[in-house]
């Protein structure tokens, strides 16, 4: 059954401090991975979208990586408005429609 | 820049109550898509259309139907709304394809039933 996983539920960071947000998944053949950033109240923001192994993306304090079984959100230097829950997505390659499937989610908080 | 558009932001209905949430996409995108949102159980898939007049169940259909007449606009609606349906409502969309296309969130319609 094709999943995804995240951890950790929940992180609070001191402002500087960096740290990483892990996605695991488990899918038969992988379309595409994505990450985004909700913050309370709101719907989702997109930030990337990885296609295969080896791929990073980067944007300001962010950096997404992919391996063949997870993917990495990498928090470098975060400061107080990075403070919100990253949801990682993922489409599994056989799929009868557009289907994306994801994670719960982890909520980052970052402490002045 | 890309824009989902939810026409309401804050609902308030009652039990029994048809209600109808709208969105409307400017990006000329093939697929629409309605989920909600609980604390715990994460986005779950209501319906998906990939073309106008075209709709396929999601995850949890039961109590929800949907209308889509024109390829910008997805309607999600609630035949007899029930305290259960209190949730936020999230609207999307996406180009269809080979490749794994972003999917774009509007900012969501909180529905609370009463």
């Known amino acids: 059954e094709d999943q995804v996983t995240q951890s950790p539920e929940a992180l609070r960071l001191q402002e500087g401090e960096s740290s990483s947000l892990n996605c695991s998944y488990t899918?038969?053949?992988?379309?595409?991975l994505f990450w985004y950033r909700q913050d309370p109240g709101k719907g989702p923001e997109f930030l990337f979208t990885l296609y295969s192994a080896g791929e990073e993306k980067e944007k300001e304090r962010l950096k997404a990586t992919l391996t063949k079984k997870e993917s990495f959100l990498h928090i470098t230097a975060p400061k107080p408005e990075d403070s919100a829950t990253y949801l990682c997505?993922?489409?599994?390659?056989?799929?009868?429609?557009?289907?994306?499937?994801f994670g719960p989610g982890t909520s980052l908080s970052v402490i002045p | 820049d890309v824009k989902v558009t939810q026409s309401s932001r804050y609902l308030v209905k009652r039990t029994g109550e048809k209600v109808f949430l709208e969105c409307v996409q400017d990006m000329d995108h093939e697929n629409m898509f309605w989920y909600r949102q609980d604390p715990g159980l994460g986005l779950r898939l209501i319906y998906f259309?990939?073309?106008?007049?075209?709709?396929e169940k999601g995850d949890i259909p039961e109590g929800y139907s949907v209308s889509r007449e024109k390829k910008e606009r997805f309607s999600l609606i609630l035949e007899s709304a029930s305290t259960n349906q209190t949730s936020m409502y999230l609207c999307a969309s996406s180009l269809h394809g080979i490749s794994g296309n972003t999917i774009y969130f509007g900012e969501g319609s909180w529905l609370t039933v009463v």
């Open positions: 259309s990939y073309d106008v007049k075209m709709k």
């Open positions: 899918v038969s053949g992988l379309r595409g």
């Open positions: 997505a993922v489409q599994p390659l056989k799929t009868s429609y557009d289907k994306v499937i």
